[in-house]
């Protein structure tokens, strides 16, 4: 494989602008993207405000610079555009953790219940469910269920178990996780926070890794003061309105370059090193050059899945 130089960067972002351009093409990026990716693109976010992008966008062409469940939900919100993802193996360990077939047999099993499930499943999943979330809105959604309902919770086990601590039901959940979700334990947590004792600690629901530490302070294995769940937005304003200050972080690590980019001389520690996602940093500038370029890859779901996918979808955005 052939590096990318740091000299070539500047050259491949005006080439992907141009072609953008060209092709009547919005760049949406996840916020667990490549620095040189999240600067061309035209919407940088997490997965509930990408959604939310996708829908209300203009442009024919959207290329989707994340994995590949973020791409599907695209095309499912824009049936009439045309959905381009630089790489098809961009995939998500969490997403592969439960297939369609296992959750009709798992809703065979308990007839009558509510499925919920979390935004990192495929569109297939999506079109079994009755609700999809996203980790800041995963409370919410559940207290819109009526309380004598069974809910069926998939497939982030830590998720689950962090919104039965908030929300006081009893869930049932699948046992899946995101592949960055070991390398986070208590202890680690702590020896971190004691080596930056004037630290806040920064939990962002919307990763994956990052459901674990919410179950530990909800728990009570973590230390819950000086500890904020923030959303992208909320984790950037509150980095803004305190520059100079201190922060161990516990998301992607993906996401401390547009805090830093928000805040240059605030202090960030990742809370753990390990929550870096291969998939997410699949993407590369010449992916995305050459599908522009090129008008690949396109993804596409079939349309009785797309249908049926939308409506817990929609529900999703609509509970924000």
């Not at 499930?117 to 979330?133: G, I, L, R």
């Not at 516990?250 to 240059?264: H, S």
């Not at 699949?282 to 993804?299: A, F, G, Q």
Request: aromatic letters at 6%; proline letters at 5%; hydrophobic letters at 40%.
């Amino acid at each position: 494989m052939t590096l990318l130089s740091l000299d070539n960067i500047p050259a491949l972002q005006d080439e992907v602008r141009a072609l953008a351009a060209e092709r009547g093409a919005v760049i949406l990026a996840h916020n667990y993207q490549l620095p040189e990716i999240q600067e061309v693109a035209d919407y940088v976010g997490d997965s509930l405000g990408l959604s939310r992008q996708a829908a209300a966008t203009d442009a024919s062409t959207i290329v989707f610079c994340g994995v590949h469940f973020t791409a599907e939900t695209a095309a499912i919100l824009s049936p009439e555009k045309t959905v381009l993802i630089p790489d098809l193996k961009a995939g998500c360990s969490l997403a592969s953790s439960i297939t369609a077939d296992q959750l009709r047999k798992w809703k065979a099993e308990h007839p009558g219940a509510v499925v919920v499930s979390y935004v990192n499943t495929t569109a297939a999943v999506k079109a079994e469910s009755d609700y999809c979330c996203t980790s800041g809105n995963a409370k919410a959604v559940v207290e819109s269920i009526p309380q004598e309902r069974e809910v069926l919770f998939l497939p982030d086990l830590y998720l689950g178990l962090w919104v039965e601590r908030v929300t006081g039901r009893r869930l049932t959940i699948w046992l899946g996780e995101c592949h960055v979700h070991a390398g986070i334990r208590p202890a680690d947590i702590e020896r971190t926070r004691a080596e930056h004792p004037g630290a806040e600690f920064l939990i962002h629901p919307e990763c994956g890794c990052s459901t674990q530490a919410m179950e530990y302070v909800a728990s009570g294995d973590v230390e819950s003061e000086g500890v904020h769940m923030l959303s992208t937005s909320g984790m950037l304003e509150h980095v803004q309105s305190h520059p100079k200050g201190e922060f161990i972080v516990a998301t992607e690590t993906g996401m401390l370059y547009p805090l830093q980019q928000a805040a240059p001389q605030a202090r960030l520690i990742e809370a753990n090193r390990m929550a870096f996602c291969k998939y997410m940093k699949m993407i590369t500038l010449p992916k995305l050059r050459d599908s522009l370029r090129e008008m690949k890859v396109e993804v596409k779901v079939p349309a009785e899945i797309a249908a049926q996918a939308r409506v817990p979808i929609e529900r999703m955005v609509a509970i924000g």
